[in-house]
Structures are given as C-alpha cells and as structure tokens.
C-alpha cells in the first residue's frame, strides 16, 4: 500500500491505472497532474484521482509517480521528474515506444529509480472518460531496461501490475519498439488508411452507415484514435513502422497483382497463408 | 409459415438463416444441400436443418430454396436450381457480390422467381459450427434489382428477414457491388494483408502472441477469412476492389511519405482526418 501516488496525465491508461490501484487498495491517495483544470476536474469526478496539483508539488508528495502521456511530451515531462526525485522514490512510465525515453534517461543519475514499462492494452478513446475498470487483466506487460532499474523498484512495479492482472515481459527497448511497430503500430496505420480511402471514395456516407458490417467496423475502429497521442509515437518509431509499412505495401500490390491478372491460384495461396494467423490470435 | 425450405450450403449464413427460421416459426422442414456428407451430418446434429437431400431433390419439395455458397459456384448451382423452380416457389441467394448473379439470371424464364439478397453481417469464421442464432438481428440487408422479381416473391422474403430482424435497402446491382467493395471486401484485403505482413515480418511467434493487444486483433481477425468464399468474391468484384485498393495503397503511401520527411504537421492531418469515420461507426 502506498501512501500518494501520482498519474501525471488523467486519461485512459494512467486512469485505468488509478482506478486499478484503487481497486486493489495499491494506494491510500491519488494525485492528479494535467494540463487542463476541464480534465482535472473531470478526473476527480469520475473518481480516478482524489486531488489535482501542480507537477513539481505532486511528484514531490509522491511515493511513485506513473506517467502516461504522449511519447513526445514525455521526454521533457520525465527529465523534469527524474530531476525532482530521491531514490526513496519510483517512477514508472506506460509509453508505447521506449527506446527515444531510455536513451534519453541513459545517464540521469536517479536512472535506477525509474522503471519503463509498456502495458498492452488501450482502446481507440482518450481522456478521463475512457478510463476503465479491470482495463489490464489478462494482457501482457513490457518492461525494458530492467538492468538499469533497481531491483526494489523493479519489484514494486511488478507487484502492481501482477495485482492488475498483467504478465511480466522483459524486452531490450530496440527490440520492444521493432515489435511494437508489428503488432500494434501498423494496425493504427492501417485503420487510419483504410478509414482515409473510404471517406476518399465513399461520398455518400448513408450508404457506408447503412451497410458498413461488424467486419468493417473492427478493421476501422482504431482509426478513432486520438492523433496527439498516435503522431508521436510514429514519429519516434518511424524506422521500424516504415520497415513494416513498406513490406505491408507490398503485401497488398500482390492481392493487386492477383486481381489485376486474374491469377485465382495465387489468390487463394496469399489467403490460405493470412489464415495462418489463426496460430496466433485465438 | 412455410412446409419445405431448402438451404443450399450448410455454414456461417445458411445456418444461420436456418436457425432463425425455426425460432421464428417460419418454416416445418428444413432440407439442407451440401457437397459433403460430414457437412449434412454436423448440420442435422447441430439442428440447423432436419434432413438432408441431393439438390434436384430438395429443389422439388421446397417452397422456399435459400442459396448461400461461394459466389462462384453459386453462378452454375443458381442456373440449376432456376431450371427446375416453378411459379410457385420463391428462390433467394445470399451472396456477397451481386452484378454477375443478377447478369446471368436477368434472361432467365423464371426470373421473377429470384430474389438477390445480400445480409450485411458476418463472421471470420465458416461451416455449420459458424452459425449463430439471432445472427441477423439489426443488421441492414440489401435487395437488388428488386422490380425482376415478383412482388409477392419480394414481400416473401422481406417478411422472412424483417422477422430476423433486418431492415431491408434496395440497391441495383452495380451499386451494391461499388458500396460493398469500399465498406467490406477492402477490409478483408487489409486484413489478409496485414496478416501477411506480420507473419513475414516477425519470426518470433511467441513475442506476437504474448504482444498481440485488442487493437491488433481487432484489425487481424478478419484474415481467419475462409479461402474458397473469398477468392471468388474478390475475383468477382474485381474492378471494384482494384478501385479502392489503389486508392488505399495511395493513403499509405501518404503515412509514409510523413515518417521518410518527418512531416509531423501532415501527419496529424491525415489522422484527423480518418478521425471522422466517427461520423460513421459509432
């Protein structure tokens, strides 16, 4: 049980988070930092937070302090923390890329003190209100850098996150953000695309309302997340996803390639190996 | 209330179809038409019809033949079944592409007899197991080229899926072969795509499995897509589906042209942009 405990950002992971810890009563009190009193308040009204202060004020008063905020802002945010700390304290963050925020935490003297992890699991909404119960149950957890951590700090954020429900991976922060880019960045990439091409091409939106179907509605549905959150992190994982991108492009002019010369044998071959993805998601 | 329904192929939408019929009181006897025996064996132990017979057979004694198989053999099966219908039974298909069904029929001496039907829903998954109970319900479902039929054809067959809870759009062919292109049959592209993508791409089974978040799954789930119904589908649509999925390699191209520039400012653009299928998907 900790004493205060502060999220800086109020929104859908580090709201989950704090409805997790309450939950499990992890924390006697929750701190609140954002950059909006509309957030703040919305926050303290949902229950995710018990008060709202000021970054320096709250950090200080904290013994951890849980960061989920976009990946760009972060590596600012988390030099400024990292600057306030003691080594009675720990910091965790939730970002989805981490090799920009380790490297740039590489030789922080309190580098110890902070823990980077990577919860797997988010939906497509953003803000207080998308904060969930029971959001992390089930999924797995990345830490990175574990060397560089504390073990007793190490140990702490494991512990929360076993509470929450999560399973422990440990990963190299280069090898977290290739995988990352698979399996989860180029899906936003995709729905963000797929949703352009349909707007481009479907003008007469009754007609998508009308028909659009439970398959296209789950191909399209991350398409709805928030761009200040998704911008940075392609931007700082932009090597691997272009890697990614460029082979899924190319995934794609072979169904072309197919259709445009009638080649029906080599249709179903590219299908019957998609179906493979069966091994992998249940 | 009708005596003898025929559904031919016994899967995903047939057994579904027929699933409803029975809780719905709307037919006696339900008469499958399947390739295989396995097939007709799950679907009477499954409940799905009563009783299983060849083709002409079943034809013969129905009142109502439902036809839901790949879009291509429907072509020949349809003509057969066309050629052995009188003036009082009423024939609908279900099929996902609709120009050269409707093509091959428009000559045909009992036309009038047909109904072109497409429900819009649907699942990853195909066979007897796949059908689910109260599949339809909500769902819009299109009837093309509805003055060739009959009125007391058409009335038949909209009260049949009224009754599972559809609400009916009309469309001529051509058009729902255009809208089902953008709002279905790209959506399994990217999928099969994606799926293709991440299998090539990412060696480490175990790190895609553990990673793998809601968001992926959502995007991937479609590329468990049996082969033998979506080739033909594809293929049929072809000059549709070639449209579009230009069209969409283009918006890729757009994501990556923002990374290989570091255009931080297009980039947002592009995702609010596709924010706007909010307008659309709920």
Redesign the interface.
């Known amino acids: 049980m900790f004493g205060n405990v502060t999220i800086v950002g109020v929104g859908l992971i580090s709201g989950s988070f704090a409805l997790g810890l309450k939950e499990k009563g992890l924390a006697r009190n929750i701190i609140g930092v954002s950059r909006t009193e509309a957030s703040s308040k919305k926050a303290i009204d949902l229950g995710l937070i018990d008060e709202a202060l000021p970054l320096e004020e709250a950090v200080k008063r904290s013994d951890l302090i849980y960061v989920a905020i976009p990946v760009d802002t972060s590596l600012t945010v988390m030099q400024t923390i990292m600057d306030l700390v003691t080594d009675r304290q720990v910091v965790a963050d939730a970002g989805s890329t981490k090799e920009a925020l380790c490297a740039a935490l590489e030789n922080h003297p309190m580098r110890s003190r902070f823990v980077a992890t990577h919860p797997?699991?988010?939906?497509?909404y953003s803000g207080p209100e998308a904060a969930v119960r029971n959001a992390f149950a089930g999924?797995?957890c990345?830490i990175c850098e574990k060397e560089r951590s504390d073990k007793q700090a190490v140990d702490i954020i494991e512990k929360i996150y076993h509470e929450l429900g999560m399973h422990i991976?440990y990963m190299n922060a280069k090898d977290h953000d290739m995988?990352?880019a698979?399996?989860?960045h180029?899906?936003?990439?995709?729905?963000?695309?797929?949703?352009?091409?349909?707007?481009?091409?479907?003008k007469?939106?009754n007609?998508?309302?009308?028909?659009?179907?439970?398959?296209?509605?789950?191909?399209?549905?991350?398409?709805?997340?928030n761009?200040?959150m998704?911008?940075p992190i392609?931007?700082q994982n932009?090597e691997n996803?272009?890697?990614?991108?460029?082979?899924?492009?190319s995934?794609?002019?072979?169904?072309?390639a197919?259709?445009?010369k009638?080649n029906?044998e080599y249709?179903?071959e590219?299908?019957?190996?998609?179906?493979?993805?069966?091994?992998?998601?249940k």
Not at 241 to 249: F, Q, T
Request: hydrophobic share 45%; glycine share 2%; proline share 1%.
């Open positions: 797997m699991w988010g939906t497509e999924r797995a990345v991976l995988h990352t698979y399996i989860s180029i899906s936003h990439i995709t729905s963000f695309a797929l949703a352009n091409t349909v707007l481009e091409k479907e007469e939106d007609a998508i309302f009308e028909l659009a179907s439970a398959g296209f509605e789950s191909t399209v549905r991350l398409a709805k997340s761009p200040s998704w911008a392609f931007m932009r996803i272009l890697d990614v991108l460029n082979e899924h492009i995934q794609l002019r072979k169904f072309k197919c259709l445009e009638e029906n249709l179903l590219l299908i019957e190996n998609a179906n493979r993805i069966r091994r992998i998601i």
